[in-house]
Every structure is written in C-alpha cells, then in structure tokens.
C-alpha cells in the first residue's frame, strides 16, 4: 500500500475543520513552532503510539520537511494503519505559506 499525501498548502483547511494532526518531529523542534493542534509524538516513539493515530477519520502526518512523517506514515502503514496521510513540505512548507505556527509545549 502507499502512502496518501497532500501538498503544504492543503493543510490550513484541514486545521480550519479541526482535522487530526499529528506532528512527528523532536519537543524541541516542535516546542520552536508547530502546526496549530498538532498533537506532538516524536518518530522514534511512533510504534509505541499508534493508538493515538488509530481514528476513524484521516490524521494528517506533518514534521520539518515531509521526510520523517513519510517514515512514520509507513511504519504505521506496515503495522495495518491505514488512514495516515503524508504531508509533503512540513511545516517549513505550512509556514513558508503565511500559516500560522504556535510555539510551545503541547497542552
């Protein structure tokens, strides 16, 4: 199976509708400036979360540049999780945009 992806700039409608995201970078990368809602779980830690990426509706992958949340879209894909999407840019490519990012631990 492959991975699904969507561009960057897909992604502020999603957040707009309140979509799942799932930010797999570092605390300290993701502490610097995220995705709006984005929920923090770092790849190294992607296996032993998947519960959190096991929804009945699409959740939106996102790190730097699209490199790592590709990895853990396709860890996740061999572990039978299938409603993972890719997005291809990151948040670099969000933010390059004019979205906005929100700084600071996860709540």
């Known amino acids: 199976m492959t991975v699904r ?7 502020q409608q ?13 605390p300290d990368e ?20 998947s519960e959190i990426f096991r929804r009945p509706v699409p959740v939106y992958v996102v790190c730097r540049s699209g490199a790592r949340s590709m990895k853990a879209c396709e860890i996740l894909l061999d572990a039978g ?9 990151g948040t670099m490519g ?11 631990e996860q709540p």
């Open 81 to 89: 999780i299938s409603n993972v999407v890719n997005v291809a840019g």
């Open 5 to 11: 992806e969507i561009a960057a700039g897909e992604l």
């Open 14 to 26: 999603i957040v707009e509708r309140g979509g799942v995201v799932v930010d797999v970078r570092e």
């Open 30 to 49: 993701y502490d610097e400036g995220h995705v709006p809602g984005a929920i923090l779980v770092p790849l190294g830690s992607v296996e032993g979360n």
């Open 94 to 104: 969000y933010a390059a945009l004019g979205n906005p990012l929100t700084s600071g």
